[in-house]
């Protein structure tokens, strides 16, 4: 059975290309209300209007054609079959669609869904279906695809709970876990591993746990606290129960910490890449096993509202240092890491 007929076989169709299961929930960088102002806007507005409009900080994280350069490092033919965990609002999903056979983008969060379905509409693209699910919980596809990405997902899959990022990014909000991040994290990539046929690969993206800026007083981009990912993790533990009144679950990797995560999830071989000035939106992605010769500062001098940064001016110095003189490639800020099953 392939993995349109075993979706069409197990979750509940709620319009085209869109499916449901029992296991949704609510991960959103927007609350509730702005999320439904959006949806209504788009029974009168093209979805980058609509973004334009009442989300413009969105607009490049979910349009922007640069989000997409790390996909080149999967090598695809445009024959095969891909997952997206975690896919939002399709950054990469519908990049994805536009090079293989076909996608099926699996989020949590429903709103983000029905954006990025009435996308689909917008650009005539028929190749993706969506299911609105638990990306922990995916067995039913087991052997089912060529493709997984995880991008920006890993960190997260930990958390518990619907989360609403503006209002719990940095702020205090008792809460308690029931398993090891580490542990959930390795029993997410092990049924992503599943999921995948012989010949499979996987596609991470992710922050670096010992990204140079963090030493510099970069706050930790998932607890908003300094230090966090750098420090033993009881520590950071410690330090997050008394800032934020919960345990610091979002773990980030070092380079050979996200190769071990992959390997011991299955994964037989491991491409690593240093990704600058981050995974997001990639400048520059460069193989970890080569040198680094010529390197040129990726970080802009300007800021999100397009003036002069003395910050970022001192931060893109910092980045010439570490890796145009000392070519410390360990302290790179993103990781992006091709798993071959």
């Known amino acids: 059975m392939c993995l349109r007929d075993c979706l069409q076989n197990n979750f509940l169709q709620v319009k085209e290309h869109l499916f449901v299961s029992q296991e949704n929930g609510y991960w959103s960088n927007l609350n509730k209300e702005e999320n439904r102002k959006l949806i209504g806007a788009l029974e009168n507005m093209t979805t980058r209007e609509a ?46 669609a536009k090079r293989c056979k076909y996608v099926l983008g699996i989020d949590q969060t429903l709103d983000s869904l029905n954006l990025l379905n009435a996308r689909l509409k917008e650009d005539k ?5 969506l299911l609105c699910g638990d990306l922990r919980k995916s067995n039913i596809f087991i052997g089912k695809s060529d493709i997984a990405v995880v991008n920006g997902v890993l960190e997260w899959i930990p958390e518990e709970g619907p989360i609403n990022l503006r209002a719990y990014y940095g702020k205090y909000a008792s809460k308690t876990y029931s398993i090891n991040p580490k542990y959930k994290q390795l029993q997410f990539l092990k049924s992503v591993h599943q999921s995948l046929n ?7 993206a992710i922050e670096n746990r010992f990204d140079f800026k963090m030493f510099l007083g970069a ?11 750098l420090l033993p ?11 934020l009144g919960r345990k610091y679950v979002n773990w980030l990797y070092s380079f050979n910490g996200v190769q071990s995560l992959l390997e011991e999830s299955g994964f037989s071989k491991v491409d690593l890449y240093m990704c600058f000035p981050d995974y997001r939106f990639p400048e520059r992605i460069i193989p970890y096993d080569m040198p680094l010769r010529n390197f040129r500062p990726t970080i802009s001098l300007k800021n999100v509202k397009g003036r002069f940064s003395i910050k970022r001016f001192l931060a893109r110095i910092a980045e010439f240092v570490f890796f145009g003189i000392f070519r410390a490639k360990y302290f790179a800020p993103s990781i992006i890491a091709i798993g071959h099953k």
Request: hydrophobic residues 40%; glycine residues 8%.
């Open 125 to 129: 693209i028929s190749n993706i279906d």
């Open 51 to 96: 973004i334009n409009k009442y989300q413009g900080q969105l607009y490049e994280i979910i349009f922007s054609p640069k989000r997409q350069a790390g996909l080149e490092l999967l090598d695809l033919s445009g024959n095969e079959i891909c997952v997206d965990y975690g896919c939002m609002w399709g950054a990469l999903t519908i990049p994805l």
């Open 233 to 243: 993790r009881k520590v950071a533990d410690l330090i997050s129960k008394i800032r």
């Open 219 to 229: 706050k930790d981009p998932h607890a908003n606290l300094l230090f966090t990912s």
């Open 198 to 204: 012989s010949n499979g690969k996987i596609y991470v």
